[in-house]
């Protein structure tokens, strides 16, 4: 785990600022150059509105700014007084930021891969789903941001701050974040089981195939305890970046090749 004392709050801050404008903008982009067919899954029917696709996508964008910057903001806090780098770790160079998790991102999506190869042997459904491209070109940098502000800047930070509060004493600072970690990995995961319930016309996780759900904690989880790692070791941007390029390797490269489900 990286600690850094001397952090330029403005800095850090503009950074956080471009990554959330970055995100609110493709929620826009998306809904202003795409029929909404393409935007929904291609199992879900589409019903008819009344309201424009950009009234819409103007609404997503402004619930990003307001929701997702209010808890990038709360991460932020936590992670100072937790010691870590919020959004980036000042001095480490760009191969702290891009390249480390430019390459353990593509390791990661890779075993996305070959694990759920593993379970296709034995299972009797189609599989997760893996948006349209070029959907799944700015789905994976929407969720990369999104996804990444929320559970590891805010669920993690708001554990791994409570827990350290009770083992200061003790200093139980690593402790708590490994723990605030699993909580936020597990937390992530959950928040991937609707779509797997969708596919197979369940109302409960419970309902779930066993094999379905182990596979659906053991991925999204992985996923998220490697992100997690890279927040603690160089911030917020380092997590995104392993985030990014594992989807981009899971949800663009694989289903690109004809192989994916």
């Known amino acids: 785990m990286a600690t850094q004392t001397h952090i330029n709050t403005k800095k850090q801050l503009t950074v956080f600022t471009i990554f959330l404008t970055v995100y609110a903008l493709l929620a826009l982009g998306m809904y202003l150059v795409m029929p909404l067919e393409q935007i929904v899954p291609q199992q879900v029917s589409v019903p008819e509105v009344s309201i424009p696709p950009w009234q819409i996508g103007l609404a997503n964008a402004v619930i990003i700014l307001v929701v997702y910057g209010l808890l990038g903001l709360l991460g932020y806090w936590f992670a100072r007084r937790l010691g870590l780098s919020p959004i980036y770790r000042e001095g480490a160079g760009w191969h702290a930021w891009f390249v480390w998790p430019m390459l353990i991102g593509l390791g990661v999506g890779v075993i996305l891969v070959v694990v759920d190869q593993i379970f296709a042997m034995s299972r009797s ?25 929320l559970f590891r800047g805010f669920v993690m930070g708001l554990w791994a701050f409570l827990l350290n509060l009770l083992l200061r004493r003790r200093s139980g600072t690593r402790v708590a974040l490994w723990v605030g970690n699993i909580v936020a990995a597990l937390a992530f995961s959950a928040g991937h089981l609707p779509s797997a319930m969708f596919l197979l016309g369940v109302t409960s996780p419970a309902e779930l195939p ?4 182990m596979e659906g904690v053991l991925l999204n989880s992985f996923i998220g305890l490697v992100a997690g790692e890279r927040y603690m070791r160089d911030g917020l941007v380092a997590a995104i970046g392993v985030h990014f390029w594992a989807d981009i390797v899971w949800h663009v490269l694989w289903p690109i090749m004809g192989l994916g489900a």
């Open 125 to 149: 459904w189609d599989g997760f789903l893996h948006p349209a491209f070029p959907l799944s070109l700015i789905a994976s940098a929407t969720a990369g941001i999104g996804e990444e502000i």
């Open 210 to 213: 066993p094999l379905v759900l």
